[in-house]
């Protein structure tokens, strides 16, 4: 090989490996590409008399809403993606907003839960906990295949 086309051969490796990186990044965002269609059935009122007994009626629901993407066993070491949301329901269960708490570090993933959340509208109705409206937080836990668990019901990590 000439010194002429060691650059060139430099650039090629270079240019190879930022589309193999690209290529990850596109795979990686296809299992966040979109929601599936919520299978649960019309949810139950709750019994629940706060907010933090709720989350786990809350936290059942989306994982009946949802069980092909709720990660089964314990979690793996490393996550895709760590993210913390409050979510506001009105006295009928149905979602009025979804804050993020805290951002997770793939970007993909933080529309990707909150449409989770607002598709499986409504939620078991707060009707023991008093006011115009109920905030919860949850913790999502999401791994690179696009399976969830919530702090709240969490089997663990490995």
């Known amino acids: 090989m000439n010194k002429q086309s060691q650059p060139f051969g430099r650039l ?21 590409s979109m929601v599936p ?13 706060n907010e933090k007994v709720f989350r786990a009626d809350a936290a059942r629901h989306l994982y009946s809403c949802y069980p092909m993407r709720v990660y089964r066993g314990k979690l793996p070491p490393m996550l895709y993606g760590v993210m913390i949301v409050d979510t506001e329901l009105d ?3 149905n979602v009025l907003g979804v804050t993020v708490v805290r951002k997770p ?5 933080g529309p990707w839960v909150q449409a989770l959340i607002k598709r499986a509208s409504p939620y078991p109705a707060p009707s023991k906990i008093n006011g115009t409206s109920v905030t919860f ?19 663990g990590q490995r």
């Open 12 to 32: 090629c490796a270079r240019g190879l490996l930022a589309a193999a990186a690209l290529l990850a990044a596109q795979g990686a965002l296809a299992q966040f």
């Open 37 to 49: 269609a919520p299978l649960c059935a019309t949810p139950k009122v709750s019994a629940a008399e």
């Open 91 to 93: 006295p009928a269960g």
């Open 105 to 109: 570090a793939a970007d993909e993933v």
């Open 137 to 155: 937080t949850e913790i999502f836990m999401v791994d690179k295949s696009g399976l969830f668990q919530t702090d709240s019901l969490t089997e």
